[in-house]
């Protein structure tokens, strides 16, 4: 799917969508607010698009007005969105402190940090979590916005395929690393209640590959080290991709099929290093005083909460004593002792 905005009136919105089916009308829904949502169709032609073979007849440009959107003009705050997956492609805001800048952040838990995302979604124009979830070459689409200077992206995404992207795009970079042994907690305790009847819906945004590792957990007890030693010692390949030092792998793979050049580690710090505001998730507040310097903000961000809870602590104590859980995480855990010296206050 590609989109963009090419004006906002106040009065009028001039865009145009390419949905994913090229044969399709697209069809967007302005949310005006809580309660009032209106479906426009796309009724203007875009020769160009058609040209560049991005959709079949070149009918997929809107033009919403009060003749289509009573209340349009009025709205202060509105949003528009892709009426088949939701995905955001024009926002309105009237808040005064909007940050004028793009950050990407890298997020490196296998369920990304909600409190977080939400703190600096307030604070921008544009925004979009969990780009790991969406196609790429909607994701390039975003990247290139050009109607926005307030721009946030945050997802777990490979650093070394989008670098070059984000940076022509003039991206600062942030990344907030989390104990290696907190996040194959998580991971497992996620894959266990995968494993569970009924959980199927709620579990799709692991993929499929994760999905159908998580059945191996239907009858492993995780407070059982020998059983825990046992699975962890001998991973299915597609289990293993998921636990295998995914913080090295994001950080210094060229993409999500080949494994990062030789010597691992020394490619992942040197990706690192390249990232303008690294921080650990145990010093969230040095962290956030860090990202307000890199985005030049006058004033620093509030304080965010992120708490372990003690079932993944639990798990994680547990964890450190086992050699298969240390095996699987080594490389990730000499990055994260790396960053926590170089970050130890002085």
């Given at each position: 799917m590609l989109f963009n905005i090419d004006d906002d009136s106040g009065s009028r919105i001039i865009g145009w969508l390419a949905p994913d089916n090229p044969a399709a009308t697209p069809k967007v829904i302005v949310h005006?607010?809580?309660?009032?949502?209106?479906?426009?169709?796309?009724?203007?032609?875009?020769?160009?698009?058609?040209?560049?073979?991005?959709?079949?007849?070149?009918?997929?440009?809107?033009?919403?007005?009060?003749?289509?959107?009573?209340?349009?003009?009025?709205?202060?705050?509105?949003?528009?969105?892709?009426?088949?997956?939701?995905?955001?492609?024009?926002?309105?805001?009237?808040?005064?402190d909007l940050i004028q800048g793009k950050l990407l952040r890298?997020?490196?838990?296998?369920?990304?940090?909600?409190?977080?995302?939400?703190?600096?979604n307030r604070r921008f124009h544009m925004t979009y979590n969990a780009l790991e979830l969406m196609p790429e070459e909607t994701t390039q689409r975003i990247f290139g916005l050009m109607f926005t200077k307030s721009l946030y992206l945050s997802g777990r995404v490979f650093w070394q395929a989008w670098e070059p992207l984000a940076r022509d795009n003039?991206?600062?970079?942030?990344?907030?690393?989390?104990?290696?042994?907190?996040?194959?907690?998580?991971?497992?305790?996620?894959?266990?209640?995968?494993?569970?009847?009924?959980?199927?819906?709620?579990?799709?945004?692991?993929?499929?590959?994760?999905?159908?590792?998580?059945?191996?957990?239907?009858?492993?007890?995780?407070?059982?080290?020998?059983?825990?030693?046992?699975?962890?010692?001998?991973?299915?390949?597609?289990?293993?991709g998921a636990l295998f030092n995914p913080l090295v792998y994001q950080l210094a793979a060229p993409n999500a099929f080949d494994p990062p050049?030789?010597?691992?580690?020394?490619?992942?710090?040197?990706?690192?290093?390249?990232?303008?505001?690294?921080?650990?998730?145990?010093?969230?507040r040095a962290f956030l005083e860090l990202l307000a310097a890199v985005l030049d903000l006058p004033q620093p961000l509030p304080d965010v909460t992120l708490g372990t809870g003690p079932a993944v602590s639990g798990l994680a104590d547990k964890l450190r004593e086992l050699e298969a859980a240390r095996a699987l995480i080594e490389m990730d855990l000499e990055v994260y002792a790396e960053a926590a010296r170089v970050l130890a206050p002085a």
């Open positions: 005006l607010d809580p309660d009032r949502h209106i479906v426009v169709d796309a009724t203007a032609y875009r020769p160009l698009l058609k040209e560049q073979c991005l959709h079949n007849t070149g009918l997929c440009g809107f033009v919403i007005t009060e003749k289509n959107c009573p209340g349009i003009t009025a709205a202060k705050d509105l949003e528009i969105k892709d009426s088949e997956n939701q995905i955001l492609i024009y926002r309105r805001r009237s808040a005064p890298l997020e490196t838990q296998l369920v990304r940090s909600h409190n977080l995302d939400e703190a600096l003039g991206f600062r970079a942030a990344i907030l690393l989390r104990d290696p042994f907190e996040e194959l907690a998580e991971r497992l305790l996620i894959l266990k209640w995968a494993s569970l009847s009924g959980s199927e819906p709620a579990a799709g945004f692991l993929g499929r590959a994760l999905q159908s590792s998580a059945s191996i957990f239907r009858t492993v007890d995780l407070t059982d080290l020998t059983a825990l030693q046992g699975v962890l010692s001998r991973p299915p390949e597609e289990l293993r050049p030789a010597p691992e580690t020394a490619s992942a710090l040197d990706s690192l290093a390249a990232i303008d505001a690294v921080g650990l998730r145990s010093d969230s």
